[in-house]
């Protein structure tokens, strides 16, 4: 029991020597030592010294040693949003839509040529969040805002719920599909119509299911600027359930056609051999070309 302290402060202690002699050399390597160094004995304020490199980490990134102990991730972004909004919105929206579509291709078995789950759409989707999802949501909840700027009564509250659904949602669902259906490879304008005549109201009927709910929960609890963050992070988690299931409903459809399901009118047989049973499909590597 003694030995292991005497060798667990030996080591403590070389570590230590280790970092200060680091930090005397001053430069970005010796000031990062020193702040582990620091952070390691527990005199970074809101740390205890258990995860010195991430308390470290962290700290720089939600403002420095001088908001150390004071602010968390949260109150960083939230600041950033107030000072920065649509910049930080389209960080949001780019991040979270490629996430989506990285998420909903792992979940759905979803790969590319290559057997990748990391396709051509990830990017594309990103894309899509951060240049034309954010922009257009920073316009319309500023619009939404303004028009019911200092209106706080229970009828100005069921007045921009209807607003939301009825004129916000149709321009935002109208405008995913179009975006979808380019990204999936339509080419043209009855392709890109048709998508979205097929979609739209399936989309509308999960806006108007779960909007009035956000809606209600954002004005009641979080700040405006917080709203199309909460927004997007709402839509994240529908999406990429929807995704998931799009692409698996795609994939099955797929496989049966790469692997032929037609029946002769003869005998039971299928066109191409025989119906193939659920160990045929392969379970990794690239899904059937498409």
């Given at each position: 029991?003694?030995?292991?302290?005497?060798?667990d402060?030996?080591k403590?202690a070389v570590q230590?020597a280790?970092?200060d002699?680091?930090a005397s050399?001053?430069?970005?390597?010796?000031?990062?030592?020193?702040?582990?160094s620091?952070?390691?004995?527990?005199k970074?304020?809101?740390t205890k010294?258990?995860h010195?490199?991430?308390?470290?980490?962290?700290?720089?990134i939600?403002?420095?040693?001088?908001?150390?102990?004071?602010k968390?991730?949260?109150?960083?972004?939230l600041?950033q949003?107030?000072?920065n909004?649509l910049?930080?919105k389209?960080?949001?929206?780019?991040?979270l839509a490629?996430s989506q579509e990285?998420?909903?291709?792992?979940l759905a078995?979803?790969?590319?040529?290559h057997?990748n789950?990391f396709?051509?759409?990830?990017?594309k989707?990103?894309?899509?969040?951060a240049?034309?999802?954010a922009?257009l949501?920073?316009?319309?909840?500023?619009?939404?805002?303004?028009?019911?700027s200092?209106?706080?009564s229970?009828r100005?509250k069921i007045l921009?719920?209807?607003?939301?659904?009825?004129?916000?949602?149709?321009?935002?669902?109208?405008?995913?599909?179009?975006?979808?259906?380019l990204?999936?490879?339509?080419k043209?304008?009855?392709?890109?119509?048709?998508?979205v005549?097929?979609?739209?109201?399936?989309?509308m009927r999960?806006?108007w299911?779960?909007?009035?709910?956000c809606?209600a929960?954002?004005?009641k609890?979080?700040?405006?600027?917080a709203?199309v963050?909460?927004?997007?992070?709402?839509?994240?988690i529908?999406?990429t359930?929807?995704?998931?299931i799009?692409?698996?409903k795609r994939l099955t459809a797929l496989?049966k056609?790469?692997?032929?399901?037609?029946?002769?009118s003869?005998g039971g047989?299928?066109?191409?051999?025989?119906?193939p049973?659920?160990g045929?499909?392969?379970?990794?590597?690239p899904?059937?070309?498409?």
């Amino acid at each position: 029991m003694s030995l292991k302290i005497e060798r667990d402060t030996y080591k403590a202690a070389v570590q230590e020597a280790v970092l200060d002699h680091a930090a005397s050399k001053g430069g970005v390597v010796g000031h990062t030592a020193a702040a582990i160094s620091e952070a390691a004995h527990g005199k970074l304020p809101g740390t205890k010294g258990h995860h010195p490199i991430a308390a470290v980490v962290g700290t720089a990134i939600t403002g420095g040693r001088k908001n150390a102990g004071t602010k968390g991730y949260l109150a960083a972004y939230l600041k950033q949003l107030e000072d920065n909004p649509l910049r930080t919105k389209m960080l949001t929206a780019g991040t979270l839509a490629g996430s989506q579509e990285l998420l909903a291709s792992w979940l759905a078995k979803d790969r590319n040529k290559h057997g990748n789950y990391f396709t051509s759409r990830v990017p594309k989707m990103a894309t899509y969040g951060a240049l034309v999802s954010a922009p257009l949501g920073h316009f319309l909840i500023w619009l939404l805002q303004k028009i019911f700027s200092g209106r706080t009564s229970l009828r100005a509250k069921i007045l921009q719920i209807l607003f939301s659904n009825l004129v916000i949602a149709p321009v935002q669902n109208t405008v995913y599909l179009v975006a979808l259906s380019l990204i999936a490879g339509a080419k043209t304008f009855q392709q890109v119509k048709a998508t979205v005549r097929a979609s739209f109201w399936k989309v509308m009927r999960v806006s108007w299911i779960t909007s009035p709910i956000c809606l209600a929960f954002a004005q009641k609890f979080l700040p405006q600027h917080a709203w199309v963050p909460f927004f997007n992070l709402v839509s994240f988690i529908i999406g990429t359930y929807i995704n998931t299931i799009a692409k698996k409903k795609r994939l099955t459809a797929l496989r049966k056609r790469h692997f032929g399901e037609g029946r002769s009118s003869g005998g039971g047989s299928t066109v191409g051999g025989p119906r193939p049973g659920p160990g045929d499909y392969p379970p990794m590597g690239p899904n059937p070309p498409y």
